[in-house]
């Protein structure tokens, strides 16, 4: 795997149902593959106060998209955009530089082993 230069890490914490359609857009409208998501509970710092007892967390979604450094504030305002993380409780989104990262690409075909 080639190693790449230069990249960062961009992380939106979502709301739950919001990151798959943002990654099928990326995929199409930006032409990137190396987004995933996963899952996590929180309370948001303006949850009022009637919803922050315990089992009133609410579902996020963790977005993470690893990008070269000279696309990587394109990304990043893109992500910002459709994902409307500027209306109340949108969530948030931060970016950081990695040390290292690696290529991963699927292979161009794959074999029948049955």
């Known amino acids: ?6 990249t960062k890490l961009i992380t939106a914490i979502l709301p739950k149902g919001t ?19 996963n899952y996590a509970r929180g309370l948001g710092k303006l949850t009022p106060a009637k919803y922050r007892g315990v089992g ?6 963790i977005l993470t998209v690893v990008v070269e450094q000279p696309r990587a504030d394109e990304i990043f305002e893109y992500i910002f955009d459709v994902a409307e993380i500027n209306r109340p409780h949108g969530g948030f989104i931060y970016m950081q530089r990695l040390l290292q990262s690696t290529e991963f690409a699927l292979p161009e075909t794959v074999k029948d082993e049955h």
């Open 19 to 37: 990151s798959l359609r943002v990654i099928k857009m990326l995929k199409q409208e930006m032409a990137l593959t190396t987004a995933n998501f």
């Open 56 to 61: 009133e967390q609410s579902e996020k979604e």
């Open 1 to 6: 795997m080639k190693a790449l230069k230069e």
